[in-house]
């Protein structure tokens, strides 16, 4: 694949996006503004779970913990210590890694559906952890009255911190994903015993890889506890991991934006959606059966396959093996 | 802490795996048959015990009103599994892994919808049927009367599942389909309507755990989220595909969590998770299943 010819592809749209995401706050109303950053938020959260899914092969059904662990960190710091921000956002990226290290490491060891499930039951163990320690984390009442530092009260100002932060975070993903380690990552995913065979250390790879997500999903959660104000448990929860594969599913895992797509298409529709209904989840389960069975490579791959219809090494596309 | 307190806690933890052997017995059967992980399993449990609950309150008879919606809401959901079966579950046999769970979640929150449109959002309760509302002396402590119906039923359902799966030929044939679908196929069996059959089946059993559920705490929405986890322990801790091991995996997770609730009441659930954690790390195929699909 080419590095550069795939971003060369998508630089107008690249421009659109980043004029789009400056411009839009200032003319639509509040309301949207934090829907605008709850999408950035959950892009950033969504990307961060296709580093083990899209790139890895590998589905985590427990991504919500480390977003949980980051936003319980910057909650605590904040409400219990007053600790400036950025000091919190640092101190979360940190605790989510380190969990994400110890998980990780007996996580790595198995593929497939065991990494599934292996990553779900260490998810929930986060998530009863914190809905039973009434003492710390304040159990199932969560943390309410977060407040911002002084400088990010106004939820514009808030939005262009997020921004910012979010494209940086994109940007270090993009430099990881097309770095050698990138490409090592794609060869475990497509064949994972011939990787072995060209005498890489596959666990430690996927160990890194899985540390690197989970990073990056504590500093999407520590971006919205100072935003949503209040934290419950939920946000660990195993529901709550489905977001993010909904969204990579969405937009499609085997690119690099796909999931920032399902982002912008999920959240869009779920602020608009749950404006006259609150049955919203009968709408995106209607809408995930309907990707599922009809666009298997998300919004962003079936239209790459319309547009350019190279061949590419898609391995959802590739018949289950029996067994 | 006396002997009897312990032989009632006992008691209770086994009636609750028997409750958990339900719903992951149909979801060991599913996987191991046409390898689908169905995340929606506990969610039909759960529209089973609205069902029952809508049959009781129909019929209205404090004596009989149970023992036929119980029944009556298990067939429902068999039909409700044959007509999904066909309808869609057939379309993704062929699908990655991923596919597979997000369809099946993608019901999850279809189904918790429905039941909201259907049931409304207040819990529903379901009176224990006569001479079953109350307790009896098992050893000097008191222990619920209808638990003992539950385990008795449990038992059944064990042992009418081993029967079925062993000694008739639609066992033989489902087995055999595990084995090799494509030589059943060529024998002139029809597969597809042995994997419509196993999911129906599959959703009977859940049906039936529904109204067996329903007396004993009231039905609220949500119940299927939290349960299907503790289902998966089960079916991990047992061996994927495996039905004693559904069983022996029933138990371990509802006595854990009945003698955790005693000693360390915070940690009981966190205790569950931990020992699925450690089962998958030491052993990922289980007590009793065999090294499968990675």
């Given at each position: 694949?080419i ?6 592809t ?15 706050p200032?003319?639509?109303?509040v ?12 892009g ?35 409400t ?26 007996f ?28 003492g ?15 400088l ?13 932060l ?17 490409y ?9 015993d ?27 959660g ?56 609150e049955?919203?989840?009968i ?7 309907f990707?599922?069975l ?10 790459q396959?319309?547009?350019?219809p ?12 029996t067994? | ?7 009632s ?32 399993h ?20 404090p004596i ?10 298990a ?10 079966e ?69 038992g ?6 081993w ?8 066992g ?6 595990v ?46 989220m ?9 079916v ?6 495996s039905?004693p ?36 790390i030491?052993?990922?195929?289980g ?8």
């Open positions: 694949m590095k550069l010819g795939v971003l060369r998508y630089y107008g749209w690249l421009a659109l996006a980043l004029a789009a995401s400056i411009v839009l200032l003319v639509v109303g309301f949207w503004v934090h829907v605008l950053i709850e999408i950035l938020i959950m950033l959260f969504a990307t961060s779970f296709n580093l083990l899914f899209g790139y890895m092969g590998q589905l985590s059904f427990g991504q919500a913990a480390y977003y949980g662990i980051g936003a319980y960190t910057t909650a605590l710091m904040i219990k210590a007053s600790i400036p921000l950025p000091l919190c956002m640092m101190a979360s990226v940190l605790m989510a890694g380190i969990c994400a290290l110890i998980f990780g490491y996580c790595v060891r198995l593929t497939g559906i065991y990494f599934a499930i292996l990553t779900m039951a260490f998810g929930q163990l986060v998530f009863y952890i914190i809905f039973q320690w009434y710390f984390t304040g159990g199932d009442n969560g943390i309410q009255g977060i407040p911002a530092p002084p990010l009260q106004n939820v514009y100002v808030y939005y262009y911190f997020t921004l910012l979010v494209i940086a975070a994109l940007i270090v993903m993009w430099f990881i994903t097309n770095s050698p380690f990138g090592t990552m794609r060869a475990i995913r497509d064949n994972s011939r990787t072995r065979f060209i005498g890489i250390n596959i666990r430690k790879y996927m160990l890194v890889n899985f540390v690197i997500s989970g990073m990056f999903a504590g500093l999407s520590s971006l919205w506890a100072p935003f949503n104000r209040s934290i419950a448990p939920d946000l660990a929860n195993w529901a709550h991991s489905g977001i993010p594969v909904f969204m990579a599913v969405i937009g499609g895992p085997l690119g690099f934006f796909g999931p920032l797509v399902g982002s912008v298409v999920y959240t869009f529709l779920s602020a608009f959606v749950t404006g006259f209904t049955y919203w989840p709408v995106i389960g209607v809408i995930i059966i990707i599922v009809f666009l298997p490579g998300g919004i962003l791959g079936t239209l396959q319309k547009t350019h190279v061949e590419t090494n898609n391995p959802n596309n590739k018949k289950k093996e067994r | 802490m006396t002997e009897s307190q312990l032989f806690q006992f008691l209770s933890g086994v009636s609750r795996g028997m409750i958990l052997f339900f719903i992951s017995s149909g979801l060991t059967l599913i996987f191991g048959v046409m390898n689908i992980l169905n995340f929606a506990a969610s039909f449990w759960l529209v089973g015990a609205y069902f029952t609950w809508t049959f009781w309150k129909i019929l209205y008879s009989f009103g149970l023992w036929i919606s119980i029944p009556l809401a067939l429902t959901m068999a039909g409700i599994g044959w007509i999904l066909v309808v869609l579950i057939r379309r993704v046999y062929n699908r990655t892994l991923s596919e597979q769970l997000l369809l099946t979640y993608a019901l999850v929150l279809i189904i918790g919808d429905v039941i909201k449109l259907t049931w409304g959002v207040e819990d529903r309760i379901v009176a224990r049927p006569q001479g079953m509302e109350g307790f009896i002396d098992i050893l000097g402590a008191p222990f619920p009367t209808y638990y003992i119906f539950v385990i008795t039923l449990g059944f359902v064990a042992w009418g599942l029967w079925l799966l062993q000694k008739t030929k639609f033989r044939t489902v087995r055999a389909a084995f090799s679908r494509e030589m059943v196929g060529a024998l002139g069996i029809p597969v597809h309507r042995i994997y419509t059959g196993v999911f129906a089946l599959s959703l009977f059993i859940a049906g039936l755990a529904g109204g067996v559920q329903a007396p004993i705490s009231s039905i609220t929405l949500g119940m299927d939290s349960i299907i986890v503790e289902c998966f322990a089960v991990v801790i047992g061996g994927f595909g039905l091991g559904a069983l022996v995996g029933s138990l371990i997770v509802g006595l854990v969590y009945s003698f955790a609730i005693l000693v360390v009441p915070k940690m009981a659930l966190v205790l569950i998770f931990v020992v699925t954690a450690i089962v998958l030491v052993r990922p195929w007590l009793f299943g065999t090294p499968m699909r990675a």
